[in-house]
């Protein structure tokens, strides 16, 4: 069983940065490909970004390319989601997931999923 715990919202500026933090326990880290998913009011969970399990493949919905980044440290079993010049429309609930030996695409069914951090962005 994986326990992920994310960390690091809070209420910003539009164009404003935050940094998202995953930490993952009870399990091993390294086998899982890990995705950021974000749900706004009203709206159906989508997916944002995902890393496969050693970092070398990174994937984005349209939306967030090149503002956003997904990275990992193995060794501290943590997952995290760069957010530069952020917009209203990236208002959500930030939730990250585990993949057990998946590739970090938005597509796949994840296996264990965090309680969400909250994203809230001012104009």
């Known amino acids: 069983q994986v326990q992920l715990v994310e960390s690091g919202g809070g209420l910003v500026q539009a164009g404003d940065s935050l940094r998202l933090s995953c930490a993952a326990s009870?399990?091993?880290?390294?086998?899982?490909?890990m995705g950021w998913f974000r749900q706004a009011p009203g709206k159906e969970r989508e997916f944002v970004a995902g890393?496969?399990?050693?970092?070398?493949?990174?994937r984005y919905t349209d939306s967030v390319k090149g503002r956003f980044a997904i990275s990992r440290d193995n060794a501290k079993n943590t997952v995290y989601l760069q957010m530069n010049s952020l917009k209203p429309e990236d208002t959500a609930v930030y939730y990250c997931?585990?993949?057990?030996w998946g590739n970090g695409s938005g597509s796949r069914v994840y296996d264990y999923w965090g309680q969400g951090t909250q994203v809230t962005v001012s104009s």
């Open positions: 997931a585990a993949d057990y």
């Open positions: 009870g399990g091993t880290f390294s086998y899982y490909a």
């Open positions: 890393i496969n399990n050693s970092g070398g493949i990174t």
